[in-house]
């Protein structure tokens, strides 16, 4: 069994003059994106694999959150939907049993929902369709290699708010 970890980019900042892509975090988010690297060491433990957006925000959440490992990233995240998301997963190395993507709403908590398997808890499943904060961690089981990963595959088993 691995472990998929979906993580939306923690709370950026709407400086002056600057464009969404180079939208740095603002405090809130690194203190959060902490909080969140925090969770995933005492509950999930290591990361093998990182798939990161190469929006700025992004970019600070991964290293705020302290979690080192393999990282690929790629430009397709940001302002990716669900099928851009679901392709990068799919191309993790097969050894990689636990891995975080982070990303942007609504790509991140789109994939979610879709590969979500009715095994999923319903209640958990409408809590990221309701709504999906910046440093939300959906937790995602999946019992087949990465590359065989599809829509209704996965047992979404929990949203973690980091606060």
């Not at 939306?8 to 002056?16: M, S």
């Not at 690194?30 to 990161?52: K, N």
């Not at 190395?93 to 993507?101: G, I, N, P, Q």
Request: include cysteine.
């Amino acid at each position: 069994m691995s472990r998929l970890l979906l993580m939306r980019h923690g709370k950026a900042a709407f400086p002056d003059g600057v464009e969404d892509f180079e939208r740095p975090l603002a405090d809130r988010g690194r203190r959060e994106a902490a909080l969140a690297g925090d969770w995933i060491r005492e509950h999930v433990g290591s990361v093998d694999a990182v798939i990161c957006s190469t929006a700025i925000r992004t970019r600070e959440t991964l290293a705020a959150t302290g979690l080192e490992a393999p990282t690929t990233f790629l430009d397709s995240i940001y302002e990716g939907w669900t099928g851009s998301l679901l392709e990068a997963v799919q191309s993790v190395e097969a050894s990689a049993d636990t891995v975080l993507l982070v990303g942007h709403a609504p790509g991140t908590p789109g994939l979610a929902a879709r590969l979500a398997s009715e095994e999923s808890d319903p209640a958990v499943v409408n809590e990221v369709r309701a709504g999906f904060p910046t440093s939300a961690i959906a937790v995602l089981d999946v019992a087949r290699p990465w590359a065989q990963l599809d829509v209704g595959t996965a047992t979404l088993l929990e949203v973690v708010i980091p606060r």
